[in-house]
């Protein structure tokens, strides 16, 4: 089946430490996105990709890097200087940077102890 | 501030009966999106209306664009209590690409069985 798959589902993190969440898609997609959701809130962009190699940030980069070096793959690190790093984070694709309709993971929690 | 802004907040309603969602927004755009959220879950795009189109239909989904007002609704009709989730408006601005996607904060639906 073609999808976004995100990984890992649950992630802890002590303060200080830096964390990688995966993001795979195999629907042979262009552009790729990070969200970040809090508790009753609208999504917030954090960095996008519209092709490999290369990518933007968004609303909300600070704290947050990203890699593009495959078409499939986008991986988001969180840093430790995310002040704020709890947090529900949705990686998506779309056929290109135009198209509409948002294709999502089911997303990865992110809780800091 | 918030393009997409959803209206109400909260809508409880019983299996069978049709619940209408209303969103909200500032300036012009290209197409505004509708998505659906089931708890702890990843987005699911439901339906995309562009700018020159008034209304559009998907099985028991209605949605109404009054770009005049700058307002859209989306009407679900013969709920089932499998429509329990939260719902979300996206607006994608003239010219923007994915990128400048901006998403509300949610409507929280629950149909009682």
């Known amino acids: 089946d073609g999808g976004i798959t995100q990984s890992p589902k649950y992630l802890f993190r002590k303060e200080g430490q830096n964390v990688t969440l995966s993001c795979e898609q195999n629907?042979?997609?262009?552009?790729m996105y990070w969200y970040r959701q809090d508790p009753g809130q609208g999504l917030r962009l954090i960095y996008y990709s519209q092709i490999v190699n290369d990518f933007q940030k968004g609303d909300i980069a600070e704290g947050y890097s990203v890699s593009r070096e495959k078409k499939e793959s986008f991986p988001l690190t969180v840093t430790s200087a995310q002040k704020n790093p709890t947090a529900f984070y949705l990686c998506?694709?779309?056929?290109?940077?135009?198209?509409?309709?948002?294709?999502f993971g089911e997303g990865s929690r992110l809780t800091v102890l | 501030s918030q393009q997409g802004e959803e209206d109400p907040q909260a809508l409880s309603i019983q299996e069978g009966e049709n619940a209408t969602m209303n969103c909200s927004y500032k300036?012009?755009?290209?197409?505004l999106q509708w998505y659906r959220q089931n708890s702890g879950r990843g987005l699911v795009h439901l339906i995309l209306i562009r700018s020159n189109e008034r209304e559009k239909h998907s099985g028991r989904l209605r949605v109404t664009l009054d770009t005049s007002k700058k307002s859209s609704s989306l009407l679900i009709t013969a709920s089932r209590a499998a429509d329990t989730a939260s719902y979300f408006c996206a607006t994608a601005p003239n010219g923007g690409a994915n990128s400048k996607l901006t998403f509300g904060k949610g409507i929280t639906l629950s149909v009682r069985p």
């Open positions: 300036t012009s755009i290209n197409n």
């Open positions: 998506a694709s779309s056929i290109d940077r135009n198209t509409g309709e948002l294709f």
């Open positions: 629907l042979n997609h262009d552009a």
